[in-house]
């Protein structure tokens, strides 16, 4: 089976910075799109930002703060988050678009989540 998993989550201060890294494990062909929402309190779960083989997309809210990156031979992707604001807090989780084999369907995998909360 496929498992998508989060690291880096924490607590950090207003205008500081955080990287989440998401690695994608088990039988994997290809990956087409990854990247990552979030579930801010009290509100919908929400596209952060996603990542192709040759384009990005970021939400308005974190434009010019975030930077999205990744590993095809490590299969992981990190976000980098910078500036950041306390309604930026939030549980995040990383998604990746993939086939486990070469004639197999893309199917949207999930990760567990992980909380960033920025307060002081």
């Known amino acids: 089976q496929v498992q998508l998993v989060e690291s880096g989550g924490g607590l950090v201060q207003p205008g500081g910075s955080l990287r989440l890294s998401c690695a994608a494990s088990?039988?994997?062909?290809?990956?087409?799109?990854i990247g990552w929402y979030r579930q801010r309190p009290g509100k919908q779960r929400e596209l952060v930002a996603e990542?192709?083989?040759?384009?990005?997309n970021y939400a308005d809210s974190v434009k010019g703060r975030a930077t999205i990156s990744r590993d095809n031979a490590k299969n992981t992707v990190d976000l980098e988050m910078n500036s950041l604001k306390p309604e930026d807090t939030a549980v995040y989780y990383c998604?990746?678009?993939?086939?486990?084999?070469?004639?197999?369907?893309?199917?949207?995998?999930w990760g567990q989540g992980t909380q960033v909360t920025v307060s002081s």
């Open positions: 990542i192709a083989l040759s384009s990005t």
């Open positions: 998604y990746a678009v993939l086939r486990a084999s070469r004639f197999g369907p893309y199917t949207k995998y």
């Open positions: 088990g039988t994997i062909d290809s990956i087409n799109d």
